[in-house]
């Protein structure tokens, strides 16, 4: 199962563990179980202080096994084969419960151990899905810090009848005791929020007795990171409100036009931008949602929804964009279930379906041509005469045998009962309606800015974004802004982070100039 270079490598972890681990492991005759016994072998081997157990006859999914404390049972639990990127999630899991302490604040260790209440949680991922080991390990991690907390992670792949069952259309899908809990990428800290709401309360409270900053940035993907750096390099006070860090990076499976570097995935490159800012003496504030910008004669406002106030000499906006809806009848009733924007993460529960594919730019045909590989066919849906996706990329689609083309076609509503059955479009040369049957619809129809809680205070343009002058001055002096939420043309990383760097400098300028002494 593991090759040489990934034991010797697996051994090279292992050796980090101070305490012995049980692998307790329920399999049957199947296939899939031959596959699981192996990996368990493969892994015991690297390690003397790891210990393989059979438990026939437990009621437990088959192939399914957790990772356990000495004479436990009930560890971190992997059901179905924990390859591809969950392999990480299967590793991390062993160092924890080998005694190998995790890079989380004890403040959040603390948070967890308290929890008062049993919490059963299942997380169903697909093995492709580049945001669902997040979720397993933040759930993992609870598990093994509190033993009212238990946690299995589901390979959709191998339960598919369950994922049939919970009619699940995207992952990661999580359930906690028995029901849903939430889907898509989760933070540590966010799961934590959803069953901790004092938690928020206590942490609203302690962010609004803090100082005001030199310079407070709103937003934490690459034009925020690359604000704070910058910010935080001239020596004055800085602080990052987020409400994701790393932002839509999160969402990227692959990077490859960031200069000198060749090739990386959107979370490695958030993680980096993270530690790249913490190097720094930058308040890094996770988990904050603005929803209002209050300007003042000396000091600017922002208020948080989760309660809390925020106050700075400057401030800087960059909180990005979001996948654009397609605001028609079907789609929000149907997301989840049918209705998915990541090809990467929720293509492979579609492995053999037909699906379409809506969105005729680089995006979009992107998606077509990974989902082809999947799934049994892919229409592809674009309103304009033509695509606008590269030329190189249109060539591809083309040549897959299992592609449909429609252009000059708007999407009219999507159709299902309790799950996607198809969609109708109008043809816009005739005026017809027509309907494809499918099962899933992917929709890739590009950005819009968030930035709805700032109507009323800093000007927009027509589309919703902030409008700024060359050096990122919004309509409000002392307030700055970068990144995909302006009206600065082409959304790419490496523009929006210069964009950053040029806001803070700007902010530094501007801090400079209004602080200094009046002349004689």
Avoid at 191 to 211: F, H, N, P, W, Y
Avoid at 247 to 275: C, M, R, W, Y
């Amino acid at each position: 199962m593991l090759d040489a270079a990934t034991k010797a490598q697996l051994s090279s972890y292992l050796e980090r563990i101070s305490q012995p681990i049980e692998i307790v492991a329920v399999l049957d005759d199947s296939p899939a179980s031959a596959q699981t016994r192996e990996l368990l072998q493969d892994i015991a081997s690297t390690s003397k202080l790891v210990t393989v157990i059979d438990q026939p006859g437990s009621s437990a999914r088959k192939p399914s096994f957790s990772v356990n404390k000495p004479g436990q049972t009930d560890g971190p639990r992997f059901a179905g084969l924990p390859m591809g990127h969950e392999f990480t999630s299967l590793i991390l899991a062993m160092l924890q419960q080998g005694g190998y302490p995790p890079k989380v604040e004890q403040a959040i260790l603390d948070q967890i151990k308290q929890l008062d209440g049993d919490f059963e949680f299942e997380v169903y991922v697909s093995l492709t899905c580049h945001n669902c080991p997040d979720v397993v390990q933040a759930l993992n991690l609870m598990a093994v810090q509190n033993p009212r907390i238990k946690a299995t992670m589901i390979e959709g792949g191998t339960f598919q009848k369950e994922i049939e069952d919970r009619q699940i259309m995207g992952v990661p899908t999580v359930f906690m005791n028995g029901q849903m809990f939430g889907s898509g990428r989760m933070s540590l800290e966010e799961i934590l929020a959803k069953i901790d709401t004092s938690g928020v309360e206590r942490e609203a409270k302690k962010l609004s007795a803090k100082e005001a900053f030199d310079v407070l940035i709103v937003g934490g993907g690459p034009a925020g990171a690359a604000a704070a750096v910058y910010a935080a390099r001239k020596g004055i006070r800085t602080g990052v409100a987020a409400e994701r860090f790393g932002g839509q990076v999160l969402d990227t499976l692959g990077i490859e036009n960031f200069i000198s570097v060749k090739e990386t995935q959107g979370p490695h490159f958030a993680l980096a931008l993270d530690e790249h800012v913490r190097h720094y003496d930058v308040d890094v504030m996770n988990l904050q949602r603005a929803s209002a910008l209050v300007p003042g004669d000396g000091l600017v406002e922002v208020q948080m929804e989760s309660g809390a106030t925020l106050k700075a000499k400057t401030v800087i906006l960059s909180t990005g964009a979001r996948w654009r809806n397609i605001n028609v009848p079907g789609e929000q009733e149907f997301k989840n279930k049918g209705v998915a924007y990541c090809p990467h993460c929720d293509g492979p529960l579609f492995k053999g379906k037909r699906v379409a594919v809506i969105g005729g730019g680089n995006s979009g045909v992107e998606a077509a041509i990974d989902l082809a590989g999947i799934v049994g066919h892919v229409t592809l849906i674009e309103y304009d005469t033509q695509l606008r996706a590269d030329a190189v990329l249109q060539r591809k689609l083309t040549s897959l045998p299992n592609v449909t083309v429609l252009t000059n076609a708007q999407t009219t509503s999507i159709t299902g009962t309790d799950k996607v059955n198809g969609l109708t479009y109008k043809d816009r040369a005739t005026g017809e309606e027509k309907r494809v049957d499918l099962e899933g619809v992917f929709i890739q129809i590009g950005l819009v800015p968030n930035t709805d809680w700032l109507k009323g205070t800093v000007e927009l343009s027509r589309h919703g974004e902030i409008i700024v002058d060359a050096k990122g001055q919004t309509s409000v002096p002392g307030v700055f802004a970068a990144g995909d939420c302006t009206t600065v043309p082409y959304k790419q990383i490496i523009i929006a982070a210069g964009d950053g760097a040029k806001a803070a400098l700007s902010a530094f300028d501007h801090l400079i100039r209004t602080s200094a002494p009046v002349a004689a």
